[in-house]
């Protein structure tokens, strides 16, 4: 668990715990890496004292987005710059609906391939655009892994998390 650096009454400094944040998890994954990554990204977030509650599929009505106060999405792109498949439900539901999520807060982790140039890191940028434009808050910038530069893409986000969970939760 992360802590907050303070100094307490009598001008003693002292570490004081930070309270767990549940972490809405919003994994979209064709292949199974941005699964990979997030599996060990939630362990990360668990052992920091973190509560994860994982994306299981559907739309707006079952992950009640606009009701999440902290929202780590992690995804992949597919064909030319497509949303994988199991999160396309939930963005049409976004895109159609434009719920307020205001006084939501998100990070984002995305996978690509720059070796496709006109669709790199495309549903990690659809993804940023709709929650900004509904409100979102976006916490610290979001991570781009590359497959070129990135063989351990899960090493490289743990690393990541580990660094962006206590600024930002």
Known sequence: MSSITARGSRGRVRDYPRAAVNVYFLVGSESGNADMVADCVTDALQALGHEVERFTGGGLP????????????????TGIGDLPQNVR?????????????????????????????????????????????????????RLELDATDNPMPDEDAVRWVREWAPKHL
């Open 89 to 141: 439900t939930l963005y049409e539901d976004l895109s159609t609906k434009r719920p307020s999520l205001r006084g939501m807060r998100y990070g984002l982790i995305g996978l690509g391939d720059r070796n496709y140039k006109e669709s790199f890191l495309g549903a990690p940028k659809k993804w940023d655009a709709i929650l900004t434009e509904l409100g979102a808050e976006r916490l610290g910038e």
């Open 62 to 77: 079952e992950t009640k987005l606009d009701e999440r106060k902290v929202v780590l999405v992690c995804t992949s792109t």
